[in-house]
Each structure stands twice: as C-alpha cells, then as structure tokens.
C-alpha cells in the first residue's frame, strides 16, 4: 500500500514499511516498532554482506594467517 504525497510515496503497510527508515524524530518516537524492525534489519544486513564481503575473495582472518605462516 503507497500513500500518495506531491513529493513522493510513502510505503503505509507491508514489508516496505518496516525496510523504510523513519520519516521524522517524532516518527522514531511514536513508531518505535517500526523503527527497532528497521535497526535490527539494516544492522543485520550490513553484518551479512561484510561478512559475505571478507569470506568470498578468500581474505578471511584464517586466510590471511595462513599466508603470513607461509611467507
């Protein structure tokens, strides 16, 4: 569901509501459940592709360790 603005549209339900940050302070204070849902998920998605990030090119902590053993 959008709700129409001149601007722009505002996602009023669903998943998209709560991927969405705050629209204001007062925002975060009021809806503080769909502001705790949005730190949890763009925490937990950055935690993810970090950790996606060092794993896939082989540059992990262990990697890189046995490379210094090796040298």
Same mark, same amino acid.
């Given at each position: %569901?959008?709700? #129409?603005?001149?601007?722009?549209?505002?996602? $009023?339900?669903?998943?998209?509501?709560? +991927? #969405?940050?705050?629209?204001?302070?007062? =925002? %975060?204070? #009021?809806? &503080? /459940?769909? #502001?705790? +849902?949005? /730190?949890?998920? %763009?925490?937990?998605?950055?935690? &993810?592709?970090?950790? $996606?990030? $060092? =794993?896939?090119?082989?540059?992990?902590?262990? =990697?890189?360790?046995?490379?210094?053993?090796?040298?």
């Amino acid at each position: %569901m959008l709700s #129409t603005n001149k601007q722009h549209l505002h996602p $009023i339900g669903g998943l998209c509501y709560y +991927l #969405t940050p705050p629209e204001s302070f007062q =925002d %975060m204070l #009021t809806k &503080y /459940i769909h #502001t705790l +849902l949005y /730190i949890v998920f %763009m925490l937990g998605s950055c935690a &993810y592709f970090s950790r $996606i990030w $060092i =794993d896939i090119p082989g540059q992990s902590a262990k =990697d890189v360790a046995r490379q210094l053993k090796e040298q």
